[in-house]
C-alpha cells in the first residue's frame, strides 16, 4: 500500500524549523527522524506517532486515534492515526509535535 505523499510534505513542512531530521522508508511509508529516532511515519493507513509508554493511553483517547498494529501485537509507545485526523494543519501540527516533543527527549542514535 502506497503513502499519502502529499501527506509527507505537510509533515515535512511541520518539521522544517529543526536541524535534525531525516526521512527514511519504513513500514511502507516514510518515516521523519529526529537525531537517529523515529518520531513519526506516513502510511497508507494514516500517520504514525511516537508517543511514548507514558502519552499512550492519553493519545488513544483523542480522535481519530487508534493502535499501532503492524504485526498483531499493538506497539505500545507508538499510535496510528487516521487520516481524518490530520485533515486539517492544526490537527497535523497536533500530532507531530507531540511525536517531535516525545521524540527529542531520546538520546540521539
Known amino acids: 500500500m502506497a503513502y499519502d505523499e502529499a501527506l509527507a510534505v505537510r ?3 511541520a518539521l522544517s524549523g529543526r536541524s535534525d531530521v531525516a526521512e527514511r522508508k519504513m513500514f511502507g511509508g516514510l518515516a521523519f527522524m529526529l537525531s537517529g529516532n523515529m518520531c513519526c511515519c506516513v502510511t497508507g493507513q494514516g500517520l504514525i506517532v511516537r508517543v511514548g509508554p507514558e502519552g499512550y493511553e ?3 483517547r483523542l480522535p481519530h486515534a487508534g493502535l499501532m498494529d503492524l504485526t498483531g501485537r499493538p ?4 499510535i496510528l492515526v487516521e487520516p481524518e485526523g ?3 494543519d492544526a490537527g497535523l501540527n497536533e500530532w507531530v509535535a507531540r511525536g517531535a516533543e516525545f521524540t527529542a527527549n531520546l538520546p540521539p542514535k
Request: aromatic share 8%; glycine share 8%; net charge positive.
Open 11 to 13: 509533515v515535512k513542512k
Open 75 to 78: 506497539m505500545r509507545g507508538w
Open 58 to 60: 492519553e493519545a488513544l
Open 86 to 88: 490530520v485533515n486539517s
